[in-house]
Structures are given as structure tokens and as C-alpha cells.
């Protein structure tokens, strides 16, 4: 039988994630243009993988492509934020909900571990935004359905355009820390309906959080 050989990975998609790093590590501000031939020059590329990228990250909502103006990096407005923070709670808390009805102790151990984490990451920023996404994403894991765990990867991608440390000069840390510890009792309890209820209470806190801070320049895309 002859072997195959597979293509190797496709240029486009590592220029999208370096574009993409380069957003969330705020080097790419929002509302900047990109500046396409000065961008592929340095890359060492031509400007067609790079517009394949683009194309990529507009799909994600990172990139808004305008007419006869070209590629910009995404502004997102308070009322963005809002209907992101909503559909993420009532996405969320069905996850939620699964997993206390459904994990083993093995698997609300694994929770409970990044639970802990994130408490001893509670005075390392970059870390606990690490920590905390993991969190949330191991409960989307473990709820074991990978339509919802593609609508969410979406949704906290577009709001790690708007990713500040505000939300360690607010005091919300330890408010989610307090809400995490809610859900985890939920979910350790399997109580479905418990574990819902709390995390949807989490992302309603998160947004009145970031409501407190004034412009979406100053919400955080990990308050929750």
C-alpha cells in the first residue's frame, strides 16, 4: 500500500497565531491598522499568507476588514461586551450544569485543582488569567460538547481584546475567587441546577464588574 504524505501545516495558520498573540499581548491595539507590506517584510512573507491570516482572525472577530481601507484590529463596544458576558453565562452555565450531573471524582478532582491554583495565583496576573481560562475551558471539556466549546473559544477570544489588570485594583479577584468556590460546591454536590445558577450569577457579577470600571478599554476578559 502506498504511504501518504500529509501536507505540513499550512503558513497562513502560523502567521493568523502570531498575529493573533501579538492582539491579546496588546502589541496590536485596538483599532490599529495593519499595515500589510510593512507587516509581510518583516515576517519574511508575501503579502498572500498574510491576507489569509487576516481573513482567519476576521472570521474570529479579532480583525475588521473595511472597504478600500484595508485590515484593522477589532474595537469592541460596551454593548459588545455585554452581549458577549450574556451569552457566555447562559453557554457556561449549561456546561456547568453537565458536569455536576455527570464528572467522576477523578475529573472534579482536576477542577478543584486548578481551583487551588488559581487561589495561590490570586497576586500573579499574567498567571491567574492563565489559570483562570484553563478553569473555565476544563469545564467546557469535561461537559463534552465541542459546538459549544467552539462558540466559547470565539466569544473569550474577542474579549481578550479588551484584557486589562483593572480587575485586580477592584477587588474582583477575590470576588471570583468566591464564586469559583460556589461553583465548585455546585459541581462537588452534583447539583446540575446549583452549579448553573452560580456560574450564570459569576458572569453576571464579571459584567457589572467591568460595567464599574467605565469604558470597555478598562474591562477585563478574565474577570470571569
Do not use: C
Not at 26 to 39: F, M, Y
Not at 149 to 170: E, G, P, T, Y
Request: glycine share 4%.
Amino acid at each position: 500500500m502506498e504511504s501518504l504524505t500529509l501536507p505540513s501545516r499550512a503558513l497562513y495558520l502560523d502567521v493568523a497565531e502570531l498575529m493573533r498573540q501579538r492582539i491579546f499581548s496588546g502589541a496590536l491595539k485596538p483599532g490599529e491598522w495593519i499595515d500589510e507590506l510593512r507587516t509581510s517584510q518583516e515576517l519574511g512573507i508575501s503579502r498572500t499568507p498574510l491576507r489569509e491570516a487576516l481573513k482567519v482572525l476576521a472570521t474570529e472577530g479579532l480583525i475588521t476588514m473595511k472597504l478600500r481601507r484595508g485590515a484593522y484590529v477589532t474595537e469592541v463596544s460596551e454593548q459588545d461586551v455585554r452581549e458577549v458576558y450574556h451569552l457566555l453565562g447562559l453557554l457556561e452555565s449549561d456546561a456547568a450544569k453537565v458536569v455536576a450531573e455527570t464528572a467522576n471524582a477523578s475529573e472534579k478532582q482536576s477542577l478543584l485543582d486548578l481551583h487551588q491554583s488559581l487561589i495561590d495565583a490570586r497576586e500573579q496576573r499574567d498567571r491567574f488569567f492563565q489559570i483562570n481560562e484553563s478553569y473555565h475551558m476544563r469545564i467546557l471539556e469535561l461537559s463534552q460538547n465541542r459546538w459549544r466549546d467552539q462558540m466559547v473559544a470565539d466569544l473569550r477570544k474577542v474579549m481578550k481584546l479588551n484584557r486589562h489588570h483593572s480587575l485586580f485594583k477592584s477587588g474582583r479577584v477575590e470576588q471570583s475567587l468566591r464564586e469559583h468556590q460556589e461553583i465548585m460546591d455546585a459541581i462537588a454536590a452534583a447539583d446540575g441546577q446549583r452549579a448553573a445558577l452560580a456560574m450564570q450569577q459569576h458572569f453576571v457579577n464579571g459584567l457589572k464588574a467591568a460595567d464599574s470600571l467605565g469604558s470597555p478599554a478598562q474591562t477585563s476578559a478574565s474577570a470571569t
